[in-house]
């Protein structure tokens, strides 16, 4: 057979879906995928786009590290073709549900545990190594955000091998936003003098970040069982922030904090309550209901309470690369 008629027959019966390159769900309109949390499902429909199905578990504004999901999530479980979780024991009970239920062939895919190697977890103030919990939000990362997409591209890729192009195209304009934002990270945060970045909050997502860019996790309030923390760690903390000069200490949307908001206060500095690890601004299928628009949201913030100049972040729109159809619980 002449080599170019051979190329085209191949080319057809790739375009076709043929044989094992077809998309294994069964309505075979693409896989169908669960996710955990919503950013982690909002970084797979970037990739992912109107060619897969995506479905998230956690509902928004839920506490994502102490969450059990229903038993009739089973049954979504049932039907999926993968589940992308966070891992770093972030979801354990929704992956015990989940070997329990996926059907023969589907797979849990760990997208932080696969982005990190064991020696550069970090351990600290809510997440001590005494747990046997490493810090789980890689996410809040950028850097780690763009080791989720490339993972769910390989592997969507090789689970639906006809949509490949398209994964990878939409990886590469996921990246190319993502080297914006980054660079209008480090322009936002270098208006604020080094030695005063420094932070303290409630909910301690922010490990990972603050190393990649130049911050200080002075503190997190939270301690590992979600409990307050003792009047005697209370007025350590205020110590702290007084001998610190930090002019701001942060709370979380998600686990409103009377304790920081007495630190705050006892301490003489602003206590701004509106940070979000897990749970994206808007409403699902507004602009900035998106991981990129939920981290812009908080660097926006975090660079203002600390009398930055957010302007270099203000002027990077946060947008989708490919349409979001993912299902977000809310
Ligand atoms: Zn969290």
Known sequence: MPRLLLTVLIAA???????????????????????????????????????????GIVPEGTNSHTFEPKPSVAELLSSVDVLYVNGLKLEEPTKELAEQSLKDGAEIVELGTRSIPEKEYAYDFSFPKSGGKPNPHLWTDPRYALKYAGIVRDDLAERQPADGDYFQANYEKFEAMIEQFDKAMRASFATIPRAQRKLLTYHDAYAYFAQNYGWDVIGAIQVSDFEDPTPKEVARLIDQVKQTNVPAVFGSEVFPSPVLEQIGKEAGVKYVDVLRDDDLPGSPGEPQHSWMGLMHFDYVTMTEAMGGDATALKAFEPADVAPDKAVYPQ
């Open 13 to 55: 019966l790739l375009a076709a879906g043929c044989g094992d390159d077809e998309p294994s769900s069964e309505s075979g309109d693409g896989l169908s995928v669960a996710t955990t949390v919503a950013p982690i499902t909002s970084i797979a429909s970037q990739i992912g786009g109107d060619r897969v199905k995506i479905t």
